[in-house]
């Protein structure tokens, strides 16, 4: 199999042509990982020495967003660099990929790049023929929209969510959302649910046991390895689950937590099980000399998932958890690693967001700003040169009914609810958003609600097909 996928790959390194110039490229993001569970992050409980690495080597984003809450919306921002809004995927299990919309995946395979999907797709389904994960098989024919209708030479995927040990099985009786201690007998499971399917359209169900971080991984670092010895450019992304609930834990990465509770237990370990595998990445990246030209950024999807005081994720001394569009909710964990660009040990408090990766990548290659339609993301190479000083574009943010509008220093933020206000907070002064300036700084505020404003009817209009 891979010696036929190698041919592929080197025969379009001969019809779209090769510069070692050009860096491969990979987009790592976790799954409900919050602000608060990284090491680099202040936290002293999980373990994360991959990624804390990783901090030292590159440039950590001090306020860097998803742009959404919550899973899907956000991963449709990194391969659009547009707000969900404006390509119908307002919230998670809806909608789906448009056609017409322009993925990062299309647009450089145009550039003689070849490109890989592994992990929790969520733009859509992967089968019109069988049930799978919550909407895949004929019931949800019209959400049909696989990776490799979106650019993607090669895929692992699963629609949405997989348990973080074992992925394809749970526990026989166990109706468990949050977690449960590995099956060791396999009289007592029962197929999961979600499967992984392939570019191809198959059900891919070999080496599925274990970790589920390591079960992607082993797909990524062949395509990796495969694109290298064709001497052609790669991009590929890789989508953990973890830490998305059910959280399961081995037994290796339970004994690490043995002092906490068992929910605990399951989820620092499957966080410190992925962290792993990306130092295991990283080093892959090393022994294959193409460390040095490639652009490797890690962020999250959306904040952690349930209460603080019930859920072992952490927003740190953020306000707000998945679902919301206070800090805690959108405010992720963020690292960018690119040796030939990036001074180690950088550290940025300019606020970035999902939809920058996509003009960003194509600034670097020189390829031309999509000009087409609204593009809500910026090109972030003038940060990596130190030649930004401040963002000088707010992010806008909307998801059921909530809306927020974050510039450079202060956040324009309504709740949605019946009648509820806008609220300004100064998150320089105030990142845990504790002090509400609106009746301070009315005129301030009264400016940010009219380029909310604006900035909604554009999403409107793009939401209605009038950028297609």
Known sequence: MYR????????TSLTYGFTEEKPNI?????????????????NKSI????????????????????????????RGSCITGRHPYRYGIPFANSGHMKPEELTLAELLKKHGYTTGHFGKWHLGTLTKKVKDANRGGPRGKKHFSPPQLNGFDFCFSTESKVPT??????????????WWDPVLENRNINPYGTAYWNERGQSITENTQGANSRVIMDRAIPFIRMATKAKQPFFSIIWFHTPHLPVVAGPKYMKIYKDHPKYAQHYYGC???MDEQIGRLRSELRKLSVATNTLLFFCSDNGPEGQADTAPGSAGHLSGRKR????????????????????????????CVTSDYLPTILALLGIDPINDRPIDGINLLPLFDGKMVERNRPIGFESKGQTAWVGDRYKLYSSGKTKSEHQLFDLIADPSEKQNLVKREPALAKRLAKELADWRESCRASAAGRDY
């Open 4 to 11: 036929f996928l190698l041919v592929i790959l080197f025969v």
């Open 47 to 74: 373990r994360t020495p991959h990624l804390d690495a990783m901090a030292k080597a590159g440039m950590k984003f001090n306020r860097f967003y998803a742009a959404a809450p919550v899973c899907s919306p956000t």
């Open 165 to 178: 040990w074992d992925p394809l099985i749970r526990p026989k009786g166990n109706n468990s959302r949050k």
């Open 26 to 42: 990979i987009l790592i993001m976790c799954d409900d990982l919050g602000w608060g569970d990284v090491g680099f992050n202040g």
């Open 271 to 273: 966080i410190t099980a």
């Open 324 to 351: 919301s569009l206070l800090e805690g909710g959108i405010r992720v964990p963020g690292l960018a690693e690119w040796p030939a660009k990036i001074k180690p040990a950088s550290t940025t408090k300019i606020p």
